[in-house]
């Protein structure tokens, strides 16, 4: 697919570095991270780390009910503990200032800063204090006396469709926060017509990002403006819902992200705790800090989608897929915000890495009285790779078919369109499978003893997702600048959010990469939005591939002024330049060779001063502003490739599960740098791992949060990983930066099914809901004997999803 | 109630006035002005605030600063010699063993206490060292590889 930009930048990459010249980029060892040092000598400052002169701290207070109206807040006692200075509810913000997730779905949004009339879930905010300590604070905001009417909460979100559920939030909407659906062919026809027709069953459970660095702020307030240091992955988007919830221009607010613990889709949306230290500033004139503590991350920030699934396909008898047809019901807990995305994505997703045809999807993601769902690392890819994946398999033990070939019969291939326009550009999906299959010994699969299996599981995800959260001029994702200064290095100032993944190396890299110069001799100014100009955040595994290209533009328009220069000079084209080592020369022409400094000052000398200075810009250029709502059409520029499989060994007597062996393929284009890549798979397992056999919230019958603490909410440790083999697949993709595309987000997506699939080859069951503890297995081995029945984990599902009432669409159903 | 401790803080006899109630990691972050060593959890899970007390990695939100007095006590600002960074934290830098890096800090000084006892470890004696530092980002695999190569640089002693 074309991309017009590329015209218009058309002579700024003409004078790009060619592949074959990469010294950096994709070269192992090259350089290592530019944060690494500050980090491993604790010398990294986080938002926790910023002490300001005179700083007060804020606490908030939460609902202990799940649903209820609030009577009143009495803050007599709280006020009485020494070194309180102010307090504030919901009443001290601008009515109507609700707080969600994108600019798009404004009109959605649905959070108060501080609830005013009715808490939602366990852990809303109703009210907030500031004292001159941390202890103060605490204690004060343990002192507020809020009384409560309590409601019966819904907790199920088919429960809370039913007609005798009180509303999360509208009343006679079947708490639907929103329904999408997605259609193309005709479906019917093509079930009629198959050979082979099934449906199944399958339902994923909460989990949380638990990214190690706890959610905080730290505001203050001079000259009548507000600078909020906040846990955000996305520091324009939060500079926006801050200044909105406060009531005021943007230009009054600057919002700036230090060093970032983690976010993993968890610091996406804006928070109470970004909200109420910023108010406090204004009030008290001080800096004001709040850092949540973990049990107020598990309650009161985000948690991943529980989606139900009910999954119909039609297949010829030759195990080509025809048709789809699928239901998705997400719990979408007690708010909005940056969980409005998760229908769409969990429909693209499920669109591929298969072609097929003809298509009848739908999602409805619902409103419950349990802590909001967000965005999530893979986000909705891995509910739904699980549940479709492990359906492929089954369904290839229907037909008799090796699940391998299954998948490699109806796999993505370079240039597919999607019946609802995706369009894949670079796709090695076969490349993924066929590797991650021989490395793990496939062919001998059928040799294992029972207990030990081999399963496998493939996904595909958006490199970019191409919408910027914001409305911005032609969907502008990124926009970059950069300056080369004649004291022989460059400066490259980019809102590209780095939480960890490393996009601060990245950048620096391609900006030292273009222009010949050391590491060391590219400064990066990050994240903040009196220095840096916009970006949208880092969601959707869009960095690399927007962010970079932006970076590459402006570093580019940089060298196409500064060469256009010496072309002049030297009598060339600015192309017959080339820049290495810290020198600008002709490869022919050894009289024409200067130092990079010599050639900045020269260009300085002739331009008056003017300094040498590119900006960049990249947006995704598939679908219109309408696209979020028709959901037809391009959602990324480019699509990355995942596969992976997994050796188990289940103890047939316990049900404990050992992983023997785990291997990942994946097609990400070019690997900007192996190790960084390497690092964001071998973390994807690990996330993985933990969704697939370890984590889950549980509530109890009140709605209340029964482990919101690491003792009882448990991920993998170092002791529970399997050694990881990774292998890069594909061609460079010819739009990526440099060829890159996406490593971080889609790669969680296919662990799952590759486990669940393993533990099915091991054990005979098929598991239908998550996580496959141990227990679970015992159980579900136990049932296999006793009744012979092998899928385990979809009971009631069937009955609840009949008796789903016929919803209206409220949002975005457009049929095609 | 306050009152007055002693210790060895990175090398240094310190005295400090400290309340009866303030944990270390609050005490270390606050007080001596040490944000190196991190607040992850406040419950002993994660292992974050990971520091040395006599050699022995202890997690420094289930202590407190009072119980420092006369102890010996190394955080991850303390284990640079000289502005030389300790192997632990070159190899780390080296083999990509961090992300976001907010575990880092207490991973490195379970690591390095690991080293102190048993300058030849296994990958298993590594993974169970660090099995109470929990990482979010890494899966774990370049950390232990990290360690494995800094015993190696240890026992070479280069």
Not at chain 1, 382 to 400: I, P
Not at chain 1, 575 to 590: A, G
Request: hydrophobic content about 35%.
């Amino acid at each position: 697919m074309a991309i017009v930009s590329k015209e218009y930048y058309a002579e700024i990459e003409k004078v790009y570095k060619k592949p074959e010249d990469y010294e950096l980029a994709g070269k192992e060892n090259a350089y290592v991270r530019i944060d690494a040092e500050a980090k491993v000598s604790g010398k990294a400052v986080y938002v926790d780390d910023i002490n300001l002169p005179g700083m007060y701290y804020c606490k908030l207070v939460r609902s202990p009910y799940a649903n209820a109206r609030i009577l009143k807040i009495d803050f007599t006692e709280a006020l009485k503990v020494p070194g309180v200075k102010a307090v504030l509810t919901g009443n001290d913000f601008p009515e109507g200032r609700y707080l969600g997730c994108p600019e798009a779905f404004k009109e959605m949004a649905d959070k108060e800063p501080l609830c005013r009339e009715t808490v939602r879930m366990v852990g809303d905010e109703v009210a907030a204090v500031c004292a001159i300590s941390e202890d103060a604070a605490d204690e004060a905001a343990r002192k507020v006396k809020v009384e409560y009417e309590p409601i019966k909460p819904v907790l199920d979100a088919f429960d809370a469709m039913g007609s005798d559920a009180s509303a999360v939030h509208y009343p006679d909407t079947n708490n639907v926060s929103m329904y999408t659906s997605m259609e193309a062919g005709d479906v019917k026809q093509a079930f009629s017509e198959a050979d082979y027709t099934d449906k199944y069953y399958y339902q994923t459970q909460q989990i949380v990002h638990a990214a190690m660095e706890p959610h905080g702020s730290v505001a203050k307030y001079e000259n009548g403006e507000w600078t909020v240091w906040t846990t955000t992955q996305n520091v324009y988007v939060a500079r926006y819902w801050i200044a909105w919830g406060l009531g005021v221009p943007e230009s009054r607010v600057r919002a700036i992200k230090p060093v970032i613990g983690g976010g993993f889709g968890g610091k996406v949306d804006v928070f109470a705790h970004d909200l109420c230290p910023a108010k406090f500033a204004q009030m008290t004139g001080h800096p004001v800090k709040c850092i949540l503590t973990r049990e107020e991350v598990f309650l009161g920030t985000r948690t991943r989608h529980p989606i139900a699934f009910e999954i119909e396909t039609a297949f010829t008898k030759e195990g080509k897929l025809l048709a789809k047809r699928c239901k998705h019901v997400l719990d979408g807990g007690a708010y909005g915000g940056s969980g409005n995305a998760a229908n769409a994505l969990s429909l693209i997703v499920a669109n591929l890495p298969y072609k097929f045809d003809n298509v009848d999807m739908s999602a409805q993601r619902i409103y419950t009285n349990k802590p909001a769902s967000g965005a999530m690392r893979g986000y909705s890819a891995c509910q739904v790779d699980f549940a479709h994946e492990s359906h492929m398999d089954e369904v290839a033990e229907a037909l008799g078919i090796d699940p391998l070939e299954l998948r490699r019969k109806n796999g993505c291939t370079p240039g597919y369109l999607s019946p609802t326009g995706l369009q894949v550009t670079s796709c090695a999906f076969d490349e993924t499978l066929v590797t991650c299959c021989n490395e793990i010994g496939w062919d001998k699969r059928d040799e294992l003893p029972e207990g030990k299996g081999i399963g496998l599981g493939g996904s595909c995800f958006m490199s970019g997702t191409g919408f910027p959260v914001l409305a911005t001029p032609r969907n502008n994702s990124n926009s970059t600048l950069v300056r080369l200064n004649r004291e022989g290095y460059a400066t490259v100032f980019t809102g590209a959010n780095d939480i960890g993944q490393g996009c601060d190396t990245v950048m620096t890299m391609i900006v030292a990469e273009e222009l010949g110069l050391s590491m060391d001799e590219v400064k990066c100014v990050q994240s903040d939005t009196t220095l840096t100009p916009w970006d949208s955040g880092s969601y959707g595994s869009r960095v690399t591939f927007l962010a970079g290209n932006a970076c590459r533009r402006a570093v580019g328009d940089a060298k196409l002024k500064l060469l256009t220069h010496w072309a002049d000079e030297w009598g060339c084209k600015p192309e017959d330049i080339t820049m290495k080592d810290h020198r600008v020369f002709i490869k022919s022409d050894p009289e024409k060779n200067i130092s990079f400094k010599e050639a900045l000052f020269s260009y300085e000398e002739k331009n008056f001063g003017r300094s040498c200075s590119g900006v960049g810009s990249f947006a995704h250029e598939g679908g219109d502003q309408q696209i979020q709502k028709t959901n037809y059409g391009n959602y990324a520029p480019a699509y990355s490739f995942s596969s992976c499989t997994a050796k188990v060994d289940v103890d047939m007597e316990t049900g404990e599960l050992n992983m023997e062996d785990f291997v990942f393929a994946h097609d990400c284009g070019r690997p900007l740098n192996l190790r960084a890549v390497e690092g964001q798979i071998e973390g994807s397992v690990h996330m993985g791992l933990g969704f697939t056999c370890y984590e889950e919230c549980l509530y109890d019958e009140e709605g209340r949060h029964l482990n919101p603490t690491f003792r009882d909410y448990r991920f993998p440790t170092a002791l529970d990983m399997p050694n990881i083999r990774t292998f890069i697949c594909g061609e460079p993709d010819p739009e990526g930066p440099m060829g890159a595309k996406e490593a971080g987000e889609g790669t969680t997506a296919p662990v799952g099914p590759a486990i669940a699939n393993a533990i099915a080859a091991a054990t005979g069951v098929h598991f239908h809901s998550l996580p496959i503890s141990p227990e679970k297995i015992w159980r579900a081995m136990k049932q296999l004997r006793e009744t012979g029945n092998p899928h385990f984990g979809d009971e009631g599902l069937v009955e609840k999803f009949a008796a789903m009432p016929k919803l209206k669409p409220l949002q975005s159903q457009v049929h095609h | 109630m306050k009152r007055v401790i002693q210790f060895k803080l990175n090398g240094v006899d310190t005295e400090a006035y400290v309340e009866d109630n303030v944990t270390m990691v609050n005490f270390l972050r606050q007080q001596m002005h040490l944000p190196g060593t991190k607040r992850g959890c406040g419950e002993g899970e994660c292992g974050a605030c990971t520091i040395m007390l006599d050699g022995e990695p202890v997690t420094s939100c289930m202590m407190l600063a009072v119980e420092a007095n006369n102890h010996d006590i190394v955080t991850i600002e303390g284990i640079a010699k000289d502005g030389v960074l300790h192997p632990v934290q070159k190899e780390f830098i080296d083999k990509w063993a961090l992300q976001c890096g907010f575990c880092t800090p207490g991973m490195i000084m379970s690591a390095v206490a690991l080293l102190g006892r048993n300058p030849n470890p296994t990958e298993y004696e590594i993974r169970d060292a660090i099995a109470g530092n929990l990482c979010r980002c890494t899966g774990y695999a370049k950390i232990v590889e990290a360690i494995g190569a800094a015993a190696e640089v240890i026992r070479k002693g280069v």
